[in-house]
T-cell receptor, first 113, second 111 residues
């Protein structure tokens, strides 16, 4: 059971470049999330999805886009990379309802130079 | 929105001693409070959680307490071991699909 898988693990982007962070889960979870983690700042929610075809903004959505065409996949798109997007990105998923454990991927460390 | 504050940001304890991490939240409607442990280079993993209808929950050496009136909850680790060294995050949620995280506590257990 792979759980939540993120690719790539590391990436260096130049300012203005675009990229997609991939996230897939094999637990048939309806809910999926993207967080960014900055030093000393905890995890901030970027976008989340409660099911295929449904996405919504979190606390810090500017500069990002998402799509959810299948239950398994929830890619995060950076269109015009900026240094402020240098961070570690985590994808997570859980089942619907309250008190449902969220499972996290291993993270993607992104540096924008 | 919800605001979760976590203290301390760093904590060092001797092996065998206890460690306590405290969090406060702002939204009285929050009703689910998980704690996550993050080891270096890995994603956070749930270690214990508590619901708003419970005041305390224990799992071996780990316990969590919740004071709804004061809007704060705490993680207690007893008989600490070197493998407890990690970053710990508290979180609060009221919908089950949005979690607001604290800023993390880096715990070091000194052998």
């Amino acid at each position: 059971n792979a759980g939540v898988t993120q690719t790539p693990k590391f990436r260096i982007l130049k300012i203005g470049q675009s990229m997609t962070l991939q996230c897939t889960q094999d637990m048939n979870h309806n809910y999926m999330y993207w967080y960014r983690q900055d030093p000393g700042m905890g995890l901030k929610l970027i976008y989340y999805s409660v099911g295929a075809g449904i996405t919504d903004k979190g606390e810090v959505p500017n500069g990002y886009n998402v799509s959810r065409s299948t239950t398994e996949d929830f890619p995060l798109r950076l269109e015009l990379a900026a240094p402020s997007q240098t961070s570690v990105y985590f994808c997570a998923s859980n089942l619907p309802g309250f008190q449902a454990e969220a499972f996290f991927g291993q993270g993607t460390r992104l540096t924008v130079v | 929105g919800e605001n979760v504050e976590q203290h301390p940001s760093t904590l060092s304890v001797q092996e065998g001693d206890s460690a306590v991490i405290k969090c406060t939240y702002s939204d009285s409607a929050s009703n689910y409070f998980p704690w996550y442990k993050q080891e270096l280079g890995k994603g956070p993993q749930l270690i214990i959680d508590i619901r708003s209808n419970v005041g305390e929950k224990k799992d071996q050496r780990i316990a969590v307490t919740l004071n709804k009136t004061a809007k704060h909850f705490s993680l207690h680790i007893t008989e600490t071991q070197p493998e407890d060294s990690a970053v710990y995050f508290c979180a609060a949620s009221k919908t089950g699909n949005q979690f607001y995280f604290g800023t993390g506590t880096s715990l070091t257990v000194i052998p």
